[in-house]
C-alpha cells in the first residue's frame, strides 16, 4: 500500500490563486474525503494531484517519491484519476473503454492478453454492469455511465485512487456499494465529496478545504462538527452516533 502526501501545495486558476499552502496526508489503504463549498478548487487540487496539471507551488509525493518527477506512463501505474462530469466515447462498447485502463501496463502496439482480459473482467463485475460488456457507451443512462468509468479505473490497477465526485448520478444503492468495494480493495483514494453525511458515514479521515487552504482534517466525527460546519459551510449540524452504528451528521439550518 502507498504512502500518498501534499506537502505546501498552491493550485491557480488561471492567474487566480485558489488554494495555498495545502499540506495532508492520505493513510494508506484509508478512504480520504475531501470537502468544501462549490467553488473553493476541489477539482482543480484533485486534478494538481493526480498530475494532470502541474501544482503552482508544494509537492504530491507516492512514498516519498515525487509524483511530478515520475513519467507519465510510470505515474500513470501508480495514480488513476477519474473527473467529476467523465464520459466514455460513444462510439466504443463499455468493455472497449474499460480496457483503456490497462494502457499503462501494456507496451506500444500490444493487443494486451490474459491479464488484461482478466483485469477488464474483475472490474466490470465489481462495479456490477458485467452484463454491460458489449454495449455502446452512448446508450448508457446517467449512472450506468458512472459505473463504468469507475470500472476504467479499477481495471487500471493503480495503487492510488482520486476521484472526483465518485457517487455523482449514482443511487443510494450503487453509492454504498462502491464505498464498500473501495474499502475492500484496500487502496488508497481520495475523493472530493459534497455529501457531508456520507463523509461522515463511510469515510476513515475527511480534509476541509476553506479560504485558500486546509481549514481542518482528521477523524470525520472529529472534524466535522458544529464549529467547522458554520466556518466552512455557514450552516449549523450536529454530529450524531447510535449504540451500534456509524456517526452521522445533521444540518439543522443556517
Given at each position: 500500500?502507498?504512502?500518498?502526501?501534499?506537502?505546501?501545495?498552491?493550485?491557480?486558476?488561471?492567474?487566480?490563486?485558489?488554494?495555498?499552502?495545502?499540506?495532508f496526508?492520505?493513510?494508506?489503504?484509508?478512504?480520504?474525503?475531501?470537502?468544501?463549498?462549490?467553488?473553493?478548487?476541489?477539482?482543480t487540487?484533485?486534478?494538481?494531484?493526480?498530475?494532470?496539471?502541474?501544482?503552482?507551488?508544494?509537492?504530491?509525493?507516492?512514498?516519498?517519491?515525487?509524483?511530478?518527477?515520475?513519467?507519465?506512463?510510470?505515474?500513470?501505474?501508480?495514480?488513476?484519476?477519474?473527473?467529476?462530469?467523465?464520459?466514455?466515447?460513444?462510439?466504443?462498447t463499455?468493455?472497449?473503454?474499460?480496457?483503456?485502463?490497462?494502457?499503462?501496463?501494456?507496451?506500444?502496439?500490444?493487443l494486451?492478453?490474459?491479464?488484461?482480459?482478466?483485469?477488464?473482467?474483475?472490474?466490470?463485475?465489481?462495479?456490477?454492469?458485467?452484463?454491460?460488456?458489449?454495449?455502446?457507451?452512448?446508450?448508457?443512462?446517467?449512472?450506468?455511465?458512472?459505473?463504468?468509468?469507475?470500472?476504467?479505473?479499477?481495471?487500471?490497477?493503480?495503487?492510488?485512487?482520486?476521484?472526483?465526485?465518485?457517487t455523482?448520478?449514482?443511487?443510494?444503492?450503487?453509492q454504498l456499494?462502491?464505498?464498500?468495494?473501495?474499502?475492500d480493495?484496500?487502496?488508497?483514494?481520495v475523493?472530493?465529496?459534497?455529501?457531508?453525511?456520507?463523509?461522515?458515514a463511510?469515510?476513515?479521515?475527511?480534509?476541509?478545504?476553506?479560504?485558500?487552504?486546509v481549514?481542518?482534517e482528521?477523524?470525520?466525527?472529529?472534524?466535522?462538527?458544529?464549529?467547522?460546519?458554520r466556518?466552512?459551510?455557514?450552516?449549523?449540524?450536529?454530529v450524531?452516533?447510535?449504540?451500534?452504528?456509524?456517526?452521522?451528521?445533521?444540518?439543522e439550518g443556517?
Open positions: 500500500m502507498a504512502g500518498f502526501e501534499v506537502r505546501g501545495v498552491a493550485v491557480n486558476m488561471g492567474k487566480r490563486r485558489l488554494l495555498t499552502g495545502v499540506d496526508s492520505a493513510e494508506p489503504g484509508a478512504l480520504t474525503a475531501v470537502v468544501g463549498v462549490n467553488g473553493v478548487g476541489k477539482s487540487l484533485l486534478r494538481a494531484l493526480a498530475g494532470i496539471t502541474a501544482p503552482a507551488e508544494g509537492h504530491v509525493c507516492i512514498d516519498g517519491a515525487d509524483l511530478h518527477g515520475m513519467r507519465p506512463k510510470d505515474r500513470a501505474r501508480l495514480v488513476g484519476y477519474v473527473a467529476q462530469d467523465e464520459r466514455p466515447p460513444g462510439e466504443l463499455v468493455a472497449e473503454f474499460v480496457a483503456l485502463g490497462r494502457l499503462p501496463h501494456m507496451r506500444p502496439w500490444d494486451g492478453g490474459q491479464d488484461e482480459h482478466e483485469a477488464v473482467t474483475a472490474a466490470l463485475e465489481a462495479m456490477a454492469v458485467l452484463d454491460l460488456a458489449g454495449a455502446m457507451c452512448d446508450q448508457l443512462s446517467g449512472g450506468q455511465v458512472r459505473r463504468v468509468v469507475l470500472a476504467r479505473v479499477l481495471a487500471q490497477e493503480a495503487r492510488i485512487l482520486l476521484l472526483d465526485e465518485p455523482n448520478h449514482l443511487d443510494v444503492h450503487h456499494h462502491l464505498l464498500d468495494m473501495l474499502h480493495t484496500g487502496k488508497t483514494v475523493a472530493n465529496v459534497h455529501d457531508l453525511d456520507l463523509a461522515m463511510r469515510f476513515d479521515r475527511v480534509v476541509v478545504l476553506h479560504g485558500e487552504g481549514l481542518a482528521g477523524i470525520p466525527e472529529e472534524v466535522l462538527g458544529p464549529e467547522t460546519l466556518r466552512a459551510f455557514q450552516v449549523n449540524g450536529t450524531v452516533r447510535d449504540v451500534g452504528s456509524s456517526p452521522h451528521l445533521i444540518i443556517l
